[in-house]
């Protein structure tokens, strides 16, 4: 699991798991360096790859801080 700060343990999905509030889908992944095929999910400080369908996690791809800028 990544260093986390304290309080933000429960806004951190796992795979498997489903995003169903409080999140943003990411329009262009490409421009971030994500897979153009793939669709991604800002919720809160970390970005998932999910099942466009279910909004089921596939993989969970890091901070937004890493990946977005």
Same mark, same amino acid.
């Given at each position: 699991m990544p260093c986390v700060p304290p309080?933000?343990?429960?806004?951190?999905y796992k795979k498997g798991?489903?995003?169903t509030r /409080?999140?943003?889908?990411i329009n262009d992944p490409y421009r971030y360096g994500?897979?153009?095929g793939g669709s991604y999910i800002?919720?809160?400080d970390?970005?998932?790859r999910v /099942?466009?369908?279910?909004q089921k996690v596939l993989n969970l791809f890091g901070a937004v801080t890493d990946i977005l800028y």
């Open positions: 309080g933000q343990v429960k806004n951190l798991d489903f995003i /409080d999140y943003r889908w994500l897979n153009r800002r919720a809160g970390y970005v998932y /099942d466009p369908e279910t």
